[in-house]
C-alpha cells in the first residue's frame, strides 16, 4: 500500500497505546510500519519473508529500538501470542488462512486489508448470496466492521480488483465452539443450496434424517444455528 490516506486510516484504526505490542503481518518496504511508530506502541514485530524487503527494512528501522524484524513466513507463526494489534496488508490469497489464524490466536483488535469481494463474504448476512462459512466463522468469532473501501491505485504492483479495510475483534467465545465452526463450517456449506439432509446423506445415511434443522438449506440458517449443526455432527459422527 503506497496511499498516505490510506495507512494512516489503518494506523488510527489500530489505537494503539503506549503499551501496545504491535505485530505487521508482510511489512514489506515499510510504509504501514512507519505509520504504526507514529502511534508510540511498546514493540513493533515486523514479519516479511522476502529477502530484499528484510534488508531494506532493517536500513529503514535500524535505529529503532522498539523494533523486532522476523524473517519468516506468515504461514509458520499462527496461532499468535502475545500481541496486542495486528496490522497487515496481505497477500491476497492468504486471506481464508488469516481468517483461520485469527479465530485461533489471542488479540485485541486487527486491521486487515482483503479483497473487497473477500470481505463482503465475511460479512454477509444468512440468506444472502455471499454467506457461507466463512461467513458464519466471522461473525460468531468476532466483531467485525468494514472502515473503507480503497481502489486498486493505492497499492503497487496494483491488484486487479478493490480492497476493503476491515477492524476484526475478537468476541468472548468458548474455545471448543471455535473448533467445532473450523471442523464442520465447510462441510454444512459443502452444497449450500440443498438441505441439509442431502448434503449429510452421504455421510450418515438414514441418520442425517435427525440432524437438526434437516429440511433447510445451510445458507438460510442462521450463525447460531450453523453452530447447532455442527456440534450435533461432534455427537454423531466416529471419533
Known amino acids: 500500500m503506497i496511499s498516505k490516506k490510506w495507512l494512516n486510516v489503518m494506523a488510527d484504526q489500530l489505537e494503539i497505546t503506549s503499551d501496545d505490542i504491535v505485530i505487521e503481518l508482510g511489512a514489506g518496504t515499510g510504509n504501514l510500519s512507519a505509520e504504526l511508530l507514529k502511534r508510540r506502541p511498546k514493540k513493533l514485530v515486523l514479519v516479511e519473508k522476502d529477502p530484499g524487503m528484510i534488508h531494506r527494512l532493517r536500513e529503514r528501522f535500524s535505529d529503532d529500538s522498539r523494533v523486532e524484524i522476523l524473517g519468516e513466513d506468515i504461514k509458520r507463526i499462527f ?3 502475545g500481541y496486542d494489534k495486528i ?8 486471506s481464508s488462512f488469516l481468517i483461520i489464524g485469527l479465530v485461533k490466536s489471542e488479540f485485541k ?8 469481494e473477500f470481505a463482503d463474504r465475511l460479512l454477509a448476512e444468512p440468506g444472502t448470496p455471499n454467506y457461507g462459512s466463512l461467513s458464519v466463522i466471522s461473525s ?7 472502515v473503507a473501501i480503497v481502489g486498486r491505485s493505492s497499492f503497487i504492483p496494483p491488484p486487479k480488483v478493490d480492497s476493503a479495510i476491515l477492524v476484526i475483534e475478537p468476541r ?23 438441505t441439509l439432509r442431502k448434503i449429510l446423506s452421504p455421510l450418515l445415511h438414514e441418520m442425517a434424517d435427525k440432524a437438526p434443522y434437516s429440511n433447510r438449506r445451510p445458507y438460510h440458517l442462521s ?10 455432527l461432534e455427537e454423531v459422527l466416529p471419533k
Open 223 to 232: 450463525p447460531e444455528e450453523i453452530l447447532e449443526v455442527a456440534s450435533w
Open 87 to 94: 496490522a497487515s496488508n496481505p497477500p491476497y490469497l492468504l
Open 109 to 116: 483488535r486487527a486491521v486487515i486489508t482483503f479483497q473487497k
Open 140 to 146: 460468531l468469532c468476532f466483531k467485525m466492521r468494514k
Open 172 to 194: 468472548d467465545i468458548p474455545h471448543s465452539h471455535k473448533e467445532l465452526l473450523i471442523k464442520y463450517s465447510k462441510l454444512i456449506f459443502s452444497r449450500r443450496k440443498r
Open 79 to 81: 496461532p499468535l501470542q
